[in-house]
Nanobody, 120 residues
Framework: QVQLVESGGGLVQAGGSLRLSCAAS????????MGWYRQAPGKQRELVAT?????STNYADSVKGRFTISRDKNTVYLQMNSLKSEDTAVYYC????????????????WGQGTQVTVSS
């Protein structure tokens, strides 16, 4: 079993900052990539940022220059600066990982989500 536990969400004024954390635990052989996704009310879940095991990062155009993803072992962080009201959403952590040496064990795992609300 693999668990992803998120923390760091909350209410912040526009222009403010928040830092999200997500710790992966359980039976983990190796992590291929980790990332953050978000879902606003009435909208589909969308990619925010990802980081590979090699440290390569990818960001949604809407957050480039404002958000920074980083990773330390099995924990991924999302530093969010210059927050806007349109960043309001439930943020979900994702881990694409292997639970054994076999390639067939590769799959995605998701956290429970953490609410980020930006007031204007």
């Amino acid at each position: 079993q693999v668990q992803l536990v998120e923390s760091g969400g909350g209410l912040v004024q526009a222009g403010g900052s928040l830092r999200l954390s997500c710790a992966a635990s359980g039976i983990i052989f190796s992590i291929n990539a980790m990332g953050w996704y978000r879902q606003a009310p009435g909208k589909q879940r969308e990619l925010v940022a990802t980081i590979t095991s090699g440290g390569s990062t990818n960001y949604a155009d809407s957050v480039k220059g404002r958000f920074t993803i980083s990773r330390d072992k099995n924990t991924v962080y999302l530093q969010m600066n210059s927050l806007k009201s349109e960043d309001t959403a439930v943020y979900y952590c994702n881990a694409n990982l292997y639970t054994t040496w076999s390639r067939t064990s590769l799959r995605d795992y998701w956290g429970q989500g953490t609410q980020v609300t930006v007031s204007s």
